[in-house]
């Protein structure tokens, strides 16, 4: 059975603080891992890997994809109050899975 | 171009009641989906569609039908709504890996 276990499921950090969040995979037809970070509304894209080893950056968000060991994550440094949210992470074969989210609370 | 849009934005129905939430994209994009989210449980795959004419199940289909007659839209349909049903139910269509997301329907069975 296809899955998608993301980890912590929860986090609260102080501002300024670097975190990291995992998403580890099983699916039958690997194509792409997605990462997404949910505010109050829908899901918003941040980045998608296909390649294992190659980091994709925006700002102070990263993300590295392992297809060896069937896992990624996601970097944020130097945290923000605007970077409390839910991320959540998914990985398509011929369709598109979710974990449950880490739920990341920065405090001020 | 208005994205990926579902009506309506909140219902309340009646246990037994049908209706149907109504996606549209008008990014001709190929692939669409339905997910339903609710606290602690993520994004959960209801139905999907690789194009026209064309629908699957995801993970949690029981309850729920699909149609996808034209490209641009894909409609879910609830036959006899239970309490069970009650979430907030998200549209999303992707090209080339990228996938888009509707504004979401929350829907509440009593």
């Known amino acids: 059975e296809d899955k998608v276990v993301q980890s912590p499921l929860s986090l609260v950090v102080h501002e300024g603080d670097t975190v990291t969040l995992n998403c580890s995979y099983e699916?039958?037809?690997?194509?792409?891992l997605l990462w997404y970070k949910q505010e109050k509304k829908a899901p918003t894209f941040l980045f998608m890997l296909?390649?294992?080893?190659i980091e994709k950056k925006s700002g102070r968000l990263s993300s590295i994809l392992d297809k060896k060991e069937l896992f990624s994550i996601l970097n944020i440094t130097a945290t923000q109050t605007g970077d409390s949210a839910v991320y959540l992470c998914?990985?398509?074969?011929?369709?598109?899975?979710f974990g449950k989210g880490t739920r990341l609370h920065i405090l001020p | 171009n208005a994205g990926v849009t579902q009506t309506p934005k909140f219902r309340v129905l009646k246990t037994g009641q049908s209706m149907t939430l109504l996606c549209a994209q008008d990014?001709?994009?190929?692939?669409m989906y339905w997910y339903r989210q609710d606290p602690g449980m993520g994004l959960r795959l209801i139905h999907y569609?690789?194009?026209?004419?064309?629908?699957a199940k995801g993970e949690v289909p029981d309850g729920y039908n699909v149609s996808r007659l034209k490209k641009q839209n894909f409609l879910l349909g609830l036959e006899s709504a239970a309490p069970s049903q009650t979430s907030v139910y998200f549209c999303?269509?992707?090209?080339?890996?990228?996938?888009?997301f509707g504004p979401g329907t929350r829907l509440l069975v009593l």
């Open positions: 699916v039958t037809n690997f194509r792409s």
């Open positions: 296909t390649s294992s080893g």
């Open positions: 999303a269509s992707s090209h080339q890996e990228t996938q888009y």
């Open positions: 998914a990985v398509r074969d011929d369709k598109i899975i």
């Open positions: 569609s690789v194009g026209e004419g064309t629908t």
């Open positions: 990014m001709n994009h190929e692939y």
